[in-house]
């Protein structure tokens, strides 16, 4: 079935046809239905999309990613209503993103065309016990030793490092030569070098795979992607990528809830008329339709103003469309009713959990937006023109 991978595939139309056909095979959707009542990431479906060339055909020769193929590949995923598969797909493929970008060994780069060809799995993990999103306070150290690196530590929550080949590895990096400071570094580890532990049993997203990792093992110099002191930089910008990613993945998931939300307005029969026929339930279907359709365009708007794409930019798109994504599943669940709260008869409660948890992988809310308020500027000379606060020497 494969196509003549990038070069087939190089336009966005081809891109999209060739990954539908591939997520509508009957077998895809097993896999893909098994994994999630498992709850458990299956690797078969990264072994499937490289062999189809779906990452290779994103990237061909770039060393920046295809934001359109983003968009396409993450909200497809999105509307297949399995939150941890998708976020998983999003990471594997943001690790490509640091090492395609970053990488400049001959070993990264291998491993970069290995995990597009689907022959490996990777994932990404920075998060510690007390450290959450705080970057600057982990605790797990890269120090020099026998011209490569030992590497220290633990990681909390990594996904999905169960089935992953190799993690990419926030640290502190120890500098001797500058005493006393640690700079943030990156690493790839092989998996095998790392104790992975048991999957934590998550409130949403279960098909992620999620599980702590602990370590203390050497990696040669030439698996380091980002020296001390530049790994805050580059695990930003490869965070824009997942955030966009996300942010494209929610869309999808709002698209397959609100479709069969309206399809159980046109089936369901209240006080003698279909649930579409009462006016306050179609028109607050209809508000929350514009506002996907217009997040969509907006991220479409991201595309095309290639400037315009940043981490803060990025990070706006993907906490305020998550923020509405959560509030589009509880409506749609509410609008079902007794069988939106029912796991035995429909979806919407796990849809439901599966979106909340993304308001929280990939950064918070309160962290995204003091990414944006960073960027906030004063319009002082509008604000002297306009505004006459009263002063009390102004009394007669």
């Given at each position: 079935?494969?196509?003549?991978?990038?070069?087939s595939?190089?336009?966005?139309?081809?891109?999209?046809?060739?990954?539908?056909?591939i997520?509508?095979?009957?077998?895809?959707?097993?896999?893909?239905?098994?994994?999630e009542?498992?709850?458990?990431?299956?690797?078969?479906?990264?072994?499937?999309?490289?062999?189809?060339?779906?990452?290779?055909?994103k990237?061909q020769?770039?060393?920046?990613?295809?934001?359109?193929?983003?968009?396409?590949?993450?909200?497809?995923?999105?509307?297949?209503?399995?939150?941890?598969?998708?976020?998983?797909?999003?990471?594997?493929?943001?690790?490509?993103?640091?090492?395609?970008?970053?990488?400049?060994?001959?070993?990264?780069?291998?491993?970069?065309?290995?995990?597009?060809a689907g022959?490996?799995?990777?994932?990404?993990?920075?998060?510690?016990?007390?450290?959450?999103?705080?970057?600057?306070?982990?605790?797990s150290?890269?120090?020099?030793?026998?011209?490569?690196?030992?590497?220290?530590?633990?990681?909390?929550?990594?996904?999905?490092?169960?089935?992953?080949?190799?993690?990419?590895?926030?640290?502190?990096?120890?500098?001797?030569?500058?005493?006393?400071?640690?700079?943030?570094?990156?690493?790839?580890?092989?998996?095998?070098?790392?104790?992975?532990?048991?999957?934590?049993?998550?409130?949403?997203?279960?098909?992620?795979?999620?599980?702590?990792?602990?370590?203390?093992?050497?990696?040669?110099?030439?698996?380091?992607?980002?020296?001390?002191?530049?790994?805050?930089?580059?695990?930003?910008?490869?965070?824009?990528?997942?955030?966009?990613?996300?942010?494209?993945?929610?869309?999808?998931?709002?698209?397959l809830?609100?479709?069969?939300?309206?399809?159980?307005?046109?089936?369901?029969?209240?006080?003698g008329?279909?649930?579409?026929?009462?006016?306050?339930?179609?028109?607050?279907v209809?508000?929350?339709?514009?506002?996907?359709?217009?997040?969509?365009?907006?991220?479409?708007?991201?595309?095309?103003?290639?400037?315009?794409?940043?981490?803060?930019?990025?990070?706006?798109?993907?906490?305020?469309?998550?923020?509405?994504?959560c509030?589009?599943?509880?409506?749609?669940?509410?609008i079902?009713?007794?069988?939106?709260?029912?796991?035995?008869?429909?979806?919407?409660?796990?849809?439901?959990?599966?979106?909340?948890?993304?308001r929280i992988?990939?950064?918070?809310?309160?962290?995204?937006?003091?990414?944006?308020?960073?960027?906030?500027?004063?319009?002082?000379?509008?604000?002297?023109?306009?505004?006459?606060?009263?002063?009390?020497?102004?009394?007669?």
């Amino acid at each position: 079935m494969s196509i003549c991978l990038e070069h087939s595939m190089s336009d966005i139309a081809a891109f999209k046809d060739h990954l539908d056909g591939i997520l509508a095979l009957a077998s895809t959707r097993r896999i893909i239905e098994d994994a999630e009542a498992a709850g458990t990431f299956p690797r078969s479906i990264i072994e499937l999309l490289g062999r189809e060339g779906i990452f290779a055909a994103k990237w061909q020769e770039r060393p920046l990613p295809a934001l359109e193929h983003t968009l396409a590949l993450s909200e497809r995923f999105g509307r297949l209503g399995c939150g941890g598969i998708a976020s998983g797909v999003t990471l594997h493929d943001s690790a490509i993103a640091m090492l395609r970008r970053f990488g400049r060994s001959a070993r990264l780069r291998e491993v970069a065309g290995q995990a597009m060809a689907g022959d490996a799995v990777l994932c990404i993990s920075a998060t510690e016990a007390g450290a959450g999103s705080d970057m600057l306070g982990l605790s797990s150290t890269a120090v020099p030793e026998n011209g490569g690196f030992r590497l220290r530590g633990h990681k909390k929550m990594a996904s999905p490092s169960t089935v992953a080949d190799y993690i990419v590895l926030a640290l502190r990096g120890v500098d001797d030569s500058r005493e006393g400071r640690d700079d943030l570094a990156l690493f790839l580890v092989p998996t095998s070098q790392l104790r992975v532990g048991k999957a934590f049993d998550i409130v949403g997203a279960r098909s992620i795979s999620t599980a702590p990792v602990v370590f203390d093992t050497w990696v040669p110099a030439d698996m380091m992607i980002a020296r001390p002191g530049t790994g805050l930089a580059v695990l930003s910008w490869a965070l824009a990528q997942e955030r966009f990613a996300m942010a494209a993945q929610i869309l999808g998931a709002c698209h397959l809830a609100l479709g069969v939300t309206v399809a159980r307005m046109k089936r369901r029969k209240s006080f003698g008329a279909t649930l579409f026929d009462h006016q306050a339930l179609r028109l607050r279907v209809a508000d929350l339709q514009a506002r996907v359709d217009m997040m969509r365009l907006a991220l479409n708007g991201l595309i095309a103003d290639g400037a315009g794409f940043n981490v803060r930019s990025a990070s706006a798109a993907k906490v305020t469309v998550v923020r509405l994504g959560c509030e589009v599943m509880s409506e749609c669940m509410h609008i079902f009713g007794s069988a939106g709260v029912l796991e035995t008869e429909s979806p919407l409660g796990r849809w439901w959990r599966d979106v909340k948890m993304a308001r929280i992988g990939g950064g918070t809310d309160e962290m995204l937006w003091e990414i944006v308020a960073a960027g906030l500027e004063p319009d002082h000379e509008n604000y002297e023109r306009l505004v006459h606060e009263w002063q009390p020497e102004q009394v007669d």
